[in-house]
């Protein structure tokens, strides 16, 4: 929906909708890898442990 939107502004010269489509996607994007870093954390947190345990073998 929003790269519609984003394409659409494009194809009439709306620059600054464009540009704000662009900054919603950024956002939406940074949010969503936040989101997944932090499950990550949570879920395999275990993971990092044992990687530095093997390091300083």
Partial sequence: MIGFY???SQQFFA??????GTIVLGLLGYVATL????IELRVISWHR???AASEKA
């Fill in 6 to 8: 984003v394409l659409n």
């Fill in 15 to 20: 620059v600054p909708e464009t540009w704000a």
């Fill in 35 to 38: 989101i997944f870093v932090l």
């Fill in 49 to 51: 442990g044992m990687y």
